[in-house]
C-alpha cells in the first residue's frame, strides 16, 4: 500500500547529509537581516525623492475597499480641519517602523515598489517651501488612494469649529459678525450717551466690527494665512 508523500521529509532526503554541518546559521540569519534592513534602507529612501508616478500597480481583489478614498473625499476633509495632503518627502518627523512594515507587507503582498506615497496631515508637521494625526496613502489611480497607515494621536475635537472660519469668505465674514456682536454686548449701556438706542447699538457694532475686521486682516497678511480650499494640497508655506 502506498502512503502519502511528507513533502519536507523528502526534502530531508534530497538534501546532503552533510548540509546541516557546512550551514552557517548565524550567517543564513544575518543574510536576512541585511536583506530586511535594504528593504527598509530602500524605502525610507524613497521617501525623500521626488516621485512622477500617479498610480501603484495593484491587486483589486487584495485591497481592503474600507481603505480606498477618492481623491474628493481627502480634499472635503482637508478642507473641513486644515490639514495638507502632500508627497511624503515634505513630511518633517521620522516616517514610524510600522508604517515601513506596511509598506513592505503591500510591496510583497502586490509584487511592486510603492510610489507617489503621500500624507495627510497638519500643516506644521510638514517642510513648506516659503511662497498630529499623520495618514500615508498610496495612489491606485482613477484619483483613488489606498490608506497604507495611520499613527499619532486623534485630532482634537473641535478642531473642526476652530478652523470653520478658514473654509472661505462666507464662513470668516460670518464668524467676525457673531464675535463683533458678542463684543458690542459686552460695552455698558450709556457708555456714549446717557439715553441707550438701538441706533446706538448698531453704531457700536459697526465700530467693533471694523476693528475686529482689521485685526482679522492684520493676521491674515501677517501670517500669509489663506483658506482651506486652497492649501490643502499646497506645498507652500504662503499658499
Known amino acids: 500500500m502506498l502512503n502519502p508523500v511528507n513533502v519536507r521529509r523528502a526534502l530531508d532526503k534530497v538534501r546532503p547529509s552533510d548540509s546541516t554541518n557546512s550551514l552557517n546559521v548565524e550567517a543564513f540569519v544575518q543574510s536576512i537581516w541585511n536583506s530586511e534592513e535594504e528593504e527598509k534602507s530602500r524605502i525610507k529612501n524613497a521617501f525623500q525623492k521626488k516621485s512622477e508616478s500617479i498610480e501603484n500597480t495593484f ?6 475597499t474600507e481603505r480606498i478614498y477618492s481623491l474628493e473625499t481627502i480634499k472635503n476633509v482637508c478642507t473641513d480641519y486644515r490639514l495638507r495632503f502632500l508627497d511624503v518627502r515634505y513630511f518633517k518627523p521620522e516616517i514610524p517602523e510600522e508604517a515601513v512594515q506596511e509598506i513592505r507587507f503591500l510591496e510583497k503582498q502586490h509584487g511592486t515598489e510603492l510610489q507617489g506615497l503621500k500624507i495627510m496631515a497638519p500643516s506644521k508637521l510638514f517642510r513648506l517651501e516659503d511662497k498630529d494625526d499623520p495618514l500615508l496613502f498610496a495612489p491606485i489611480g482613477n484619483g483613488y488612494y489606498y490608506l497604507i497607515h495611520q499613527w499619532g494621536n486623534d485630532l482634537h475635537p473641535l478642531r473642526k469649529l476652530m478652523v470653520w ?7 470668516l ?13 459686552l460695552v455698558p449701556d450709556g457708555l456714549f450717551s446717557k439715553n441707550s438706542s438701538s441706533a446706538e447699538f448698531w453704531l457700536v457694532f459697526f465700530f467693533v466690527f471694523k476693528c475686529v475686521v482689521a485685526i482679522a486682516l492684520y493676521y491674515g497678511f501677517a501670517r500669509s494665512k489663506n483658506f482651506n480650499p486652497f492649501i490643502w494640497n499646497s506645498k507652500y508655506f504662503n499658499a
Open 165 to 171: 472660519p478658514m473654509k472661505g469668505m462666507i464662513e
Open 59 to 64: 491587486d483589486l481583489d487584495l485591497l481592503e
Open 173 to 185: 465674514a460670518l464668524t467676525l459678525c457673531v464675535l463683533s456682536l458678542a463684543l458690542t454686548y
